[in-house]
């Protein structure tokens, strides 16, 4: 079985951009070919397990030139391995290709990164936000809304004794 | 009226008969969201036992309970709802804000907690902690029977004066017309805020 | 009334004449903490449940970025507020990771007793409150009991019962004294004891073994499928547990005293017998670390620059005042890497990972949490399907979801 640096090169065609750190792999693969990297990492290198799927804001980072970040981290549960893959979209409209259909794990995750940076996953079935409420406007973890919001928080009625 | 009255009887105004009655037997409800609402566990299980002073019949309904107990952060989500149960739980009712979340969104200065239940519904009895020992807890207790002892009548009437607001300023009317932002929730008209018109969102 | 609580799972496509939708939460007994479930029912079994969640939503990880690593602790411990130090020392663990300290082998024994202590805590109140639901209180009593003696254990070594920031990035709070020790060791010598009463409870209650056997049914293909770590995935098979396999703290050295506890049923019985294994295997484990707890310093020497120094260091010697001025200014903080690191934890409800990225600052730039209550809870309309409605509170005990943990 390849690992997943030759697997990654050898379907990308050149050879795979790595940041190692700690033990950590880290892959950059481009957003258009994050769908079949996954899906032949899940059927041909064995990394059955989609551990986490998590969005990272590059907004102001040092010398980043992307501003979202998404990160797969997969697992081989027989063997223990772990691979981290990075795939990086832009704003107007961030997009990137749903892996609800390879992992069923990835549903909620995928919601939660729609719902905390606004990055849309195409072919997701059920894309709504789900920690925040409906209605709210914005994404909380993007870099440039602000740790206290804008008031959001205080904009309920009162209710006072004679009322209640 | 030459009768004599057995040992056993007493003579009291009703107003102070019923805080008696009422003052042992607080039925909480417990409105546990986060951490306190472990230590409001404990404090119902062996070693604190709430039930030496008559409060242990925990009540999930409000329509069965006396006093509120807020134990943990409330966030915009759940405002609407614990406004809700507030309203739901009959007359006299009481709440007691547990925790430093629950009374002043503690540690949490973020864009989803509120910064203290006070602003959105009435607190009789703060206690402070993250979180507060169950100790602290017990005493909340008994300070309510006080209040409620001292201050209560047999038909509510004490309620009747506090019309006002009664907790810090509340926030959202400092804000002004430009920050003005979507209400996550419209509690006068009974509306969610989908359909409104966002003033400005940045 | 006012409010119009609206209906996620508004589907037209099933036929509504015989379907209810029934709301279940945010405020109910069963769901311990904040957690809204919509039931679509038909009579009393339940079609299709979708939850609703983020009633707790706290905002952590934004609250993460605005603080630095040794303030972020004490938020962390309000994440799965029953296993409050667990939390703490998944996160330190990461960061110590980042900046590449080397923790001493006391630290090491000390972080490992908190957390199983933790594990078996976090269990405790699993199985307390999966009974509870179930009708069985006594369980919930009992549990509380033992649950008490792990808080006073912690409360005699940091000060604080629950939420204690015991944890320091390079080492703990304070050391340790011979009393927290001596504690320890009734509590290992008498939780035998209190465990075999709650299995007399339940083990062979029948109320509780129909109400959870072949309950909520996961098999080893989909906890691979769903990401599911933890107790729910060794209760389906799947044999992952990090402290086996990716040996931290003291785990690697206390390996022979500890045993990966696991089931095929993949129910919730499956489930409850998992933890109820794991708590004994716990208190091998801090039986067998007590005993070795390594002399030595607490902390990392002062001089590597990354530990806040001791009150004592602080005021009697200058290294320890220019290192306690260089950490709490707010234009020095830590001199990080700029890099990213994923470390994780086998917590007591699953792999709790934190995804660290540093920008060079002190404060973490990215503090990304992968919560095992939040993948778990994905799987609840996995598990619901075709069960009836008193089944939601088995399925929903069996999996320990904390709301906190969930929505951060």
Request: glycine letters at 8%.
């Amino acid at each position: 079985m390849p690992t997943a640096v030759e697997y990654c090169s050898s379907l990308l065609g050149s050879p795979v951009p790595i940041s190692e750190f700690k033990g950590n792999i880290r892959l950059v693969i481009p957003a258009e070919k994050i769908y079949a990297v996954l899906s032949g990492l899940k059927s041909s290198v064995g990394y059955d397990m989609l551990c986490d799927l998590a969005g990272i804001d590059y907004l102001n980072y040092p010398e980043a030139t992307d501003r979202y970040a998404v990160l797969y981290s997969l697992t081989n549960t027989s063997t223990g391995e772990r691979v981290f893959l990075k795939t990086f979209v832009n704003d107007p409209e961030p997009e990137l290709p749903s892996v609800v259909a390879l992992w069923e794990g990835a549903n909620w995750m995928e919601r939660e990164v729609f719902d905390m940076f606004g990055i849309t996953f195409t072919g997701h079935p059920d894309l709504r936000r789900i920690l925040m409420p409906d209605a709210f406007v914005g994404h909380p973890l993007r870099k440039d809304y602000p740790l206290r919001g804008y008031g959001e928080r205080h904009n309920f009625p009162t209710l006072t004794r004679a009322e209640s | 009226m030459a009768m004599k009255l057995d040992d056993s009887v007493f003579v009291a105004p009703l107003d102070q008969l019923a805080n008696w009655v009422r003052k042992h037997s607080l039925w909480p409800m417990p409105f546990a969201t986060a951490c306190c609402g472990i230590e409001l566990m404990a404090t119902a299980s062996s070693r604190y036992d709430i039930s030496r002073f008559g409060a242990e019949a925990m009540r999930f309904t409000p329509r069965q309970c006396d006093v509120m107990i807020v134990a943990g952060r409330v966030v915009m989500k759940m405002v609407p709802v614990m406004q809700r149960i507030w309203l739901q739980m009959p007359e006299p009712k009481w709440c007691i804000s547990m925790g430093a979340c629950a009374s002043s969104g503690g540690v949490f200065d973020t864009y989803a907690v509120v910064q203290g239940i006070d602003r959105f519904i009435p607190v009789d009895v703060y206690v402070p902690g993250c979180p507060p020992r169950p100790e602290q807890l017990i005493r909340a207790v008994l300070d309510l029977q006080e209040k409620v002892q001292k201050t209560g009548t047999i038909n509510g009437r004490e309620f009747a004066k506090r019309t006002k607001y009664e907790g810090p300023a509340p926030l959202a009317d400092e804000l002004g017309a430009a920050e003005l932002v979507v209400a996550p929730g419209n509690y006068a008209s009974g509306k969610r805020s989908r359909g409104l018109p966002i003033v400005s969102n940045n | 009334m006012p409010l119009e609580l609206l209906d996620p799972a508004a589907d037209t496509s099933l036929d509504s004449e015989y379907l209810y939708t029934l709301n279940f939460g945010p405020q109910h007994p069963a769901t311990h903490t904040t957690l809204r479930l919509v039931l679509t029912l038909d009579g009393e079994t339940i079609v299709k449940a979708v939850p609703d969640i983020g009633y707790l939503h706290s905002g952590f990880e934004k609250l993460g970025e605005d603080l630095d690593f040794n303030q972020y602790v004490t938020v962390v411990d309000r994440m799965n507020y029953i296993s409050p130090v667990a939390n703490e020392i998944a996160w330190v663990h990461s960061v110590e990771k980042l900046l590449g300290i080397d923790i001493t082998p006391r630290c090491k024994y000390i972080r490992t007793i908190l957390a199983e202590l933790g594990r078996i805590s976090d269990h405790l109140l699993c199985v307390a409150a999966a009974s509870l639901d179930l009708g069985g209180l006594t369980t919930f009593f009992y549990a509380f009991n033992e649950r008490e003696k792990v808080y006073d254990i912690i409360e005699s070594a940091s000060g604080q019962r629950f939420h204690p920031s015991y944890c320091r990035v390079g080492g703990m709070m304070n050391d340790i004294t011979p009393d927290v020790v001596q504690k320890i060791r009734d509590f290992v010598r008498d939780f035998g004891k209190a465990q075999a009463d709650i299995a007399r409870l339940l083990n062979k209650n029948k109320i509780f073994i129909e109400r959870t056997k072949g309950v909520g049914v996961l098999t080893r293909e989909e906890a691979i499928n769903r990401s599911v770590s933890g107790p729910v995935a060794r209760a389906s098979g799947l044999l992952r547990d990090l402290r086996k396999d990716e040996p931290y703290l003291a785990y690697g050295e206390l390996q022979s005293s500890f045993k990966v506890v696991a089931s095929k049923g993949g129910d919730c019985l499956s489930r409850y017998l998992v933890r109820m294994g794991e708590m004994a295997e716990s208190i091998k484990i801090i039986a067998a670390a007590v005993e070795n707890i390594p002399g030595g310093a607490m902390n990392i020497d002062v001089n590597e620059k990354t530990n806040i120094p001791s009150k004592q260091e602080t005021y009697r010697t200058i290294e320890g005042l220019i290192q306690h001025f260089e950490l709490f200014m707010w234009n020095r903080r830590f001199e990080t890497p700029i890099n990213e690191v994923y470390g994780a934890n086998e917590t007591a409800n699953g792999e709790l990972g934190f995804y660290v990225v540093s920008d060079g600052t002190g404060k973490p730039f990215r503090a990304r949490t992968r919560p095992p209550s939040f993948i778990h809870f994905a799987l609840f309309p996995h598990l619901m399907e075709g069960h009836q409605i008193s089944d939601v509170p088995a399925i929903l005990g069996s999996l320990n979801i904390i709301a906190a943990e969930l929505d951060r």
